[in-house]
């Protein structure tokens, strides 16, 4: 308990502090966890990391809710045709350069075997895709930014964690082929279900919500039923063998798009901010110095892979949908900053035995490439802003 007390009121000094020097909070969080951590101050022992599993579940299924929500048919439907392109090729590309220069590279890093290394370098991918909306809706609220540009800048960030995720669970599908050395008909069938068991679950979930839509009333039983709902679908996807991230993500998006009940969404926001303070944190708290020294290198390949997958890969779908010039040109600029779900992603795969003998260095590289991107990603999306011609604010 005193752990748990000392990562939220630190954290959040912390992310006080950052957001002073004009920094996300994600970033504070993270860099307090690493203060924190055994390997720095000690003050969070190695003792109370082993226990703390289900924080990241449940984090990590609010965020999953979250994402499927941002997901409005609506708003969907109004998005022309290179807002869609931009944001696969982009996602698609990052992930794919990510792997590749890993595969490539980390040999000359680290020893791993054969079939470790196409998994690790499968799953950095993966999880490269996401984009963190935070840094840059800061960066467009701060300059009074509008038009073209920012438009489809904002869209694509709201399409990039849906999109992670899909890649996320198919890709760790692939790594676990890997490492197993085998493929039997099993092995392939197996994701398939898993996906299809996954999206029929959070159907159900969204449904069930509506019928406690008809009971609960004011938003702290909503807020309750939200909250429940969430951990059971997440504890049922893990029994029956479904991907709870894609189980929550389905949910939240039919809760938004079909059941009328966006009351669900507007009462997270009352604890959001603790359980992502606390997730952050303890992410952080994950660091290990000796670990990072070797991890450093890895991170920067990540960063190289991100940055050349998002900005060729939006110059190419902004190309292939005829967007404008200035699109084409810029808008990768501003898909740089990851946090939430990167961090999140990393630490489910790094709870599972599997991939332990990887997962330790993979999981300091992520975390040292997501301060990175939080300290490149501001300025450049200024600069693609203003370059634009689309900020109202010197």
Not at 175 to 181: C, M, Q, R, S
């Amino acid at each position: 308990m005193l752990a748990l007390g000392l990562l939220i009121i630190l954290g959040l000094l912390g992310a006080k502090i950052g957001n002073k020097l004009k920094f996300p909070m994600v970033t504070g969080f993270i860099i307090v966890g690493i203060l924190l951590s055994p390997s720095i101050s000690g003050v969070i022992p190695e003792s109370i990391l082993e226990k703390t599993s289900p924080i990241t579940d449940i984090a990590l299924g609010i965020i999953a809710f979250l994402v499927g929500g941002s997901l409005s048919m609506v708003r969907l439907r109004r998005l022309s045709k290179q807002i869609l392109w931009i944001t696969m090729v982009q996602a698609t590309m990052a992930t794919i350069f990510v792997a590749a220069l890993v595969f490539l590279l980390t040999p000359s890093l680290i020893s791993l075997k054969y079939h470790s290394l196409i998994s690790m370098a499968l799953i950095l991918g993966a999880v490269s895709a996401a984009t963190a909306p935070a840094a840059t809706l800061a960066i467009v609220h701060e300059y009074r930014a509008r038009g073209p540009l920012t438009t489809t800048l904002l869209a694509i960030v709201a399409l990039d964690d849906a999109v992670c995720i899909i890649y996320f669970v198919l890709c760790v599908s692939l790594a676990e082929i890997a490492i197993k050395g085998s493929i039997t008909l099993h092995s392939i069938v197996q994701p398939l279900i898993s996906i299809v068991l996954s999206v029929i679950l959070g159907i159900l979930f969204a449904f069930l919500s509506k019928c406690f839509k008809r009971i609960v009333h004011g938003h702290e039983e909503i807020l309750t039923t939200t909250l429940g709902l969430i951990f059971v679908a997440s504890g049922i996807s893990k029994v029956l063998g479904a991907d709870s991230l894609l189980t929550n993500m389905v949910f939240g998006f039919i809760v938004e798009n079909y059941m009328d009940f966006e009351t669900m969404f507007t009462v997270l926001e009352k604890v959001e901010n603790v359980i992502f303070a606390l997730f952050f944190t303890l992410a952080g708290t994950h660091f290990n110095l000796d670990i990072m020294r070797a991890a450093l290198p890895l991170a920067l390949i990540i960063v190289a892979g991100r940055f050349s997958g998002k900005y060729i890969g939006s110059y190419v779908g902004g190309a292939i949908s005829k967007a404008p010039k200035t699109i084409k040109k810029y808008v990768g600029l501003g898909l740089l900053p990851k946090a939430g779900v990167t961090v999140g992603l990393i630490l489910f795969a790094a709870e599972m035995p599997l991939f332990e003998q990887f997962m330790g260095y993979a999981l300091n590289a992520i975390l040292a490439s997501v301060i990175l991107n939080e300290l490149m990603a501001p300025p450049l999306t200024k600069y693609a802003i203003f370059k634009a011609g689309e900020a109202y604010r010197a």
